[in-house]
């Protein structure tokens, strides 16, 4: 292989560039083409603003550093070598700045945000009983339950031991499954809601309401838990979905046995 093309085909590194791209696009809420050649090479396309490029170049620089130290290793460098690498990059073009009487150094701050949290994620419990004692208010840890992503298992330990919380696979928050692969939020959430109103249903269709009745618990009580999902989870939804909510309803509100056949 070229020496360009090796970081971006080598099977060894191909992994791990795709785990640099999904935590790139996770901290900077953008989307990125499976291209890391364009943006070693500067070209990254105009849609990103000035301060974005720079942000993107210096992780992908420091990762490409750090590979060219340590990919013939049976294991690939973990993230944190690669933020730890990446911060001695900005390091050095913040200097850089300096010299050259440049004072924009903003695209720096969100860098600095990960690195300090990185290097001082101790003090975050430390925080956290801080603000119940001033609040008056004590935090149950039995209870409080941490939703990690792109973290390998032996920092995801590291992190329950320090922090003393346990590190669930998917929390509940404000009626919403969340989970930190965003592929499983039509399953953990628009299919339950589509399996308990079908079981309402079956239950209230069971009852004497009269049709006014039926229209208003339609209304009442679906219609508020499928508008909430939409502003809450604004995904894409399959035909499906809306197929199988009509026939339902209209079966509960007309009584009608035959509109649950398709």
């Known amino acids: 292989l070229e020496p360009t093309t090796m ?63 340590k990919w013939k290793e049976p294991t690939i460098p973990s993230t944190q070598t690669v933020i730890n690498k990446m911060y001695e990059c900005v390091e050095m073009e913040r200097l850089t700045v300096k010299l050259n009487g440049k004072e924009d150094t903003d695209y720096y701050k969100i860098w600095e945000k990960w690195y300090n949290w990185m290097e001082h994620k101790n003090e975050g419990n430390g925080n956290i009983n801080k603000f119940g004692e001033l609040a008056g208010l004590k935090v149950n840890k039995g209870k409080t339950k941490l939703l990690v992503k792109n973290i390998t298992n032996s920092k995801q330990k590291e992190l329950e031991e320090t922090m003393g919380l346990q590190i669930a696979n998917k929390i509940k928050y404000l009626g919403i499954w969340i989970r930190a692969k965003t592929t499983m939020l039509w399953e953990d959430n628009y299919i339950k809601i589509l399996e308990q109103i079908k079981k309402d249903l079956e239950i209230w269709s069971k009852m004497q309401i009269s049709l006014l009745g039926r229209i208003a618990t339609i209304k009442m009580n679906i219609l508020p838990k499928v508008l909430y999902l939409f502003q809450t989870i604004p995904i894409l939804t399959n035909k499906k979905f809306f197929t199988d909510l009509d026939r339902m309803t209209m079966k509960f509100i007309w009584l009608v046995s035959y509109l649950s056949t398709p």
């Open 7 to 69: 970081w971006w085909t080598c099977p060894k590194i191909k992994k791990y560039w795709t785990g640099i791209k999904n935590w790139i696009e996770d901290v900077m809420n953008c989307e990125l083409e499976w291209k890391p050649e364009l943006f070693l090479l500067g070209m990254i396309k105009k849609k990103f603003p000035p301060k974005d490029k720079y942000l993107i170049a210096h992780l992908l620089t420091a990762a490409r550093i750090v590979l060219a130290q």
